[in-house]
């Protein structure tokens, strides 16, 4: 063998390892995760042979993993439980379409090329919701654990109804699940050791020669791969529709979760990834999984972390997963379905144990920073259940987005030390202000939220400038392009500089904002330069036609 392929053999054998490793935690975790979304057991089974097969084909990190996920089956749940009514069928119906909306979605996001957006949701926000949807999940798999039924939806409700229940709880389930979470416990130990399928086993054996059964433990049951046809759920439009709005949100906090374990292996390895193609790889994922009625699909991070731990070097690992996993379905499924729930309940519990951890959060009180933010994340989850709170925290995404852009200022600037830089003068008092010339820069982008307070702030700083203003500089290089409001607001100001005798020089114009703008009629362009100079430039530029 020569020395060049050495590694490449090498790799491979990573791989393989790897793969055999992390199908081992793969599996027990899909099966689990299909009882949180109150679907059946070969629903997270599905949603991982898809997740690691169209990522392995068109996905771009050589560590993510994607499978069913616990938050969005816990969203997954939460949305069909509030639109289902209580009928099962329907259930399943809502269930397939939300999973086929969200893979819609996330093509479209990928053909449309918004991957540049990595994300919707700030991280505070999404810190404090999975650190609220990991309390809700892990309290509602003890009530499973120990055969309570909790007829509500968030903690501050449910868990007064589980600790009033204390006398009726099983026992027995409690003792298994503690008894597979110590065993998780020592398994974690040692990287390579599969502790999902170890407890999977151990707890058939037990239900077998304990039988447990008898003692009101529950098994999983029959798991059904009989595939078959894809085909749509029968639903009327407005179901559809409903469904698009709850995709939106599946959405964003998959690609949420999906984004930020592919870009911190991404960055740890110096590895180069394309968000786009993730996105496609997600959006395949997902409609692939619902046709074949599965589980929803992102890349989670303790998966992810799982196959960078056991070794992995590229997207084979995931294609081996997926083959041991079948074959484990084709030899042993049979034997799968008399595993007991409160096996399957402490492997969610352990794979949550990592959320429920407060130095993430612990930073932002250091710093200072995004402190409320936080703690309504947390309590969106706990107070209004996961749905409510899932939705609430992307609305306080976006509520402070728009406030930050909304609330830029303007600033003006100033010539610093006679070269070529122009600086804010509020910063720099030294910089000089050029005689004749107001030269302003917005501080975020130009759109509908801020414009007609930023221009009219600009002509507000050109009326009562100390000396005579005859030109005034807009330097618009953080706005690539401008939306309708926007080019109406400046359509507007144009007419208005014009009205007051003084020359506008629009400096480090993007390309598409000065197409549009040069698309308005040329009476409103008059005394109006939209150039894509440097402020330098167009100070050179307007004392040369004052001159």
């Given at each position: 063998?020569?020395?060049?392929?050495?590694?490449?053999?090498?790799?491979?054998?990573?791989?393989?390892?790897?793969?055999l490793?992390?199908?081992?935690?793969?599996?027990?975790?899909?099966?689990?995760y299909?009882?949180?979304?109150?679907?059946?057991?070969?629903?997270?089974v599905?949603?991982?042979f898809?997740?690691?097969?169209?990522?392995?084909?068109?996905?771009?990190?050589?560590?993510?993993?994607?499978?069913?996920?616990?938050?969005?089956?816990?969203?997954?749940?939460?949305?069909?439980?509030?639109?289902?009514?209580?009928?099962?069928?329907?259930?399943?119906?809502?269930?397939?379409?939300?999973?086929?909306?969200?893979?819609?979605l996330?093509?479209?996001?990928?053909?449309?090329?918004?991957?540049?957006?990595?994300?919707?949701?700030?991280?505070?926000?999404?810190?404090?919701?999975?650190?609220?949807?990991?309390?809700?999940?892990?309290?509602?798999?003890?009530a499973?654990?120990?055969?309570?039924?909790?007829?509500?939806?968030?903690?501050?409700?449910?868990?007064?109804?589980?600790?009033?229940?204390?006398?009726?709880?099983?026992?027995?389930?409690?003792?298994?699940?503690?008894?597979?979470?110590?065993?998780?416990?020592?398994?974690?130990?040692?990287?390579?050791?599969?502790?999902?399928?170890?407890?999977?086993?151990?707890?058939?054996?037990?239900?077998?020669?304990?039988?447990?059964?008898?003692?009101?433990?529950?098994?999983?049951?029959?798991?059904?791969?009989?595939?078959?046809?894809?085909?749509?759920?029968?639903?009327?439009?407005?179901?559809?529709?409903?469904?698009?709005?709850?995709?939106?949100?599946?959405v964003?906090?998959?690609?949420?979760e999906?984004?930020?374990?592919?870009?911190?292996?991404?960055?740890?390895?110096?590895?180069?990834?394309?968000?786009?193609?993730?996105?496609?790889?997600?959006?395949?994922?997902?409609?692939?999984?619902?046709?074949?009625?599965?589980?929803?699909?992102?890349?989670?991070?303790?998966?992810?972390?799982?196959?960078?731990?056991?070794?992995?070097?590229?997207?084979?690992?995931?294609?081996?997963?997926?083959?041991?996993?079948?074959?484990?379905?084709?030899?042993?499924?049979?034997?799968?379905?008399?595993?007991?729930?409160?096996?399957?309940?402490?492997?969610?519990?352990?794979?949550?144990?990592?959320?429920?951890?407060?130095?993430?959060?612990?930073?932002?009180?250091?710093?200072?920073?995004?402190?409320?933010l936080?703690?309504?994340?947390?309590?969106?989850?706990?107070?209004?259940?996961?749905?409510?709170?899932?939705?609430?925290?992307?609305?306080?995404?976006?509520?402070?987005?728009?406030?930050?852009?909304?609330s830029?200022?303007?600033?003006?600037?100033?010539?610093?030390?006679?070269?070529?830089?122009?600086?804010?003068?509020?910063?720099?008092?030294?910089?000089?202000?050029?005689?004749?010339?107001?030269?302003?820069?917005?501080?975020?982008?130009?759109?509908?939220?801020?414009?007609?307070?930023?221009?009219?702030?600009?002509l507000?700083?050109?009326?009562?400038?100390?000396?005579?203003?005859?030109?005034?500089?807009?330097?618009?290089?953080?706005?690539?392009?401008?939306d309708?409001?926007?080019?109406?607001?400046?359509?507007?100001?144009?007419?208005?500089?014009?009205?007051?005798?003084?020359?506008?020089?629009l400096?480090?114009?993007?390309?598409?904002?000065?197409?549009?703008?040069?698309?308005?009629?040329?009476?409103?362009?008059?005394?109006?330069?939209?150039?894509?100079?440097?402020?330098?430039?167009?100070?050179?530029?307007?004392?040369?036609?004052?001159?």
């Open positions: 063998m020569s020395a060049a392929s050495r590694p490449e053999v090498q790799s491979r054998s990573q791989d393989l390892l790897a793969g490793s992390i199908a081992g935690l793969l599996l027990p975790e899909a099966v689990a299909s009882s949180i979304a109150a679907l059946p057991p070969q629903a997270g599905i949603a991982l898809a997740g690691l097969l169209c990522y392995a084909l068109m996905g771009t990190s050589r560590f993510a993993v994607v499978s069913a996920t616990s938050s969005s089956a816990a969203v997954l749940a939460a949305a069909t439980a509030s639109l289902a009514g209580g009928d099962p069928a329907l259930r399943l119906s809502l269930a397939v379409g939300l999973v086929m909306m969200t893979g819609v996330f093509l479209l996001a990928g053909l449309f090329k918004l991957g540049s957006v990595t994300s919707f949701i700030a991280k505070p926000v999404l810190r404090g919701f999975a650190l609220g949807l990991a309390v809700t999940i892990i309290l509602k798999q003890v499973s654990v120990v055969d309570v039924h909790l007829t509500e939806s968030n903690l501050v409700r449910f868990l007064p109804q589980l600790l009033e229940q204390w006398p009726k709880w099983n026992l027995a389930g409690a003792g298994v699940a503690l008894v597979a979470l110590l065993v998780l416990m020592v398994c974690a130990r040692f990287r390579r050791v599969p502790g999902g399928l170890i407890v999977v086993a151990l707890g058939i054996a037990a239900s077998q020669w304990l039988n447990l059964p008898a003692y009101g433990v529950k098994l999983i049951g029959i798991i059904d791969l009989a595939l078959e046809m894809p085909q749509l759920p029968n639903m009327p439009f407005a179901d559809w529709l409903r469904l698009g709005e709850l995709a939106f949100a599946m964003m906090i998959l690609y949420a999906s984004y930020g374990s592919i870009s911190s292996f991404a960055l740890k390895h110096g590895d180069r990834v394309s968000s786009n193609r993730d996105l496609l790889a997600l959006g395949a994922s997902n409609l692939l999984s619902g046709l074949f009625h599965g589980m929803p699909a992102g890349a989670g991070y303790s998966a992810t972390s799982a196959n960078e731990a056991a070794g992995a070097t590229s997207r084979l690992a995931g294609v081996v997963a997926a083959a041991v996993v079948l074959l484990i379905v084709l030899t042993v499924l049979p034997y799968i379905a008399l595993t007991p729930e409160p096996v399957l309940a402490a492997i969610v519990i352990h794979a949550l144990g990592r959320a429920l951890s407060l130095q993430p959060l612990g930073r932002y009180f250091i710093w200072r920073r995004d402190r409320l936080v703690i309504c994340a947390v309590a969106a989850v706990l107070v209004l259940g996961v749905l409510d709170g899932l939705l609430l925290a992307v609305a306080i995404s976006v509520v402070l987005m728009l406030k930050q852009m909304s830029a200022d303007i600033q003006v600037l100033g010539q610093m030390g006679g070269g070529h830089d122009y600086v804010d003068v509020q910063r720099h008092p030294d910089a000089r202000e050029i005689p004749g010339v107001l030269i302003v820069r917005p501080s975020e982008a130009l759109f509908f939220a801020n414009v007609e307070r930023i221009l009219g702030g600009a507000r700083l050109a009326r009562h400038a100390p000396a005579a203003v005859h030109t005034i500089i807009l330097s618009l290089e953080e706005s690539p392009d401008l309708g409001t926007s080019i109406e607001a400046l359509e507007a100001f144009f007419l208005q500089v014009r009205a007051e005798d003084k020359l506008l020089i400096a480090r114009l993007k390309h598409e904002a000065q197409t549009v703008l040069a698309q308005l009629p040329a009476l409103e362009r008059e005394q109006v330069l939209l150039s894509g100079l440097s402020v330098d430039e167009a100070v050179q530029q307007a004392l040369k036609l004052n001159a």
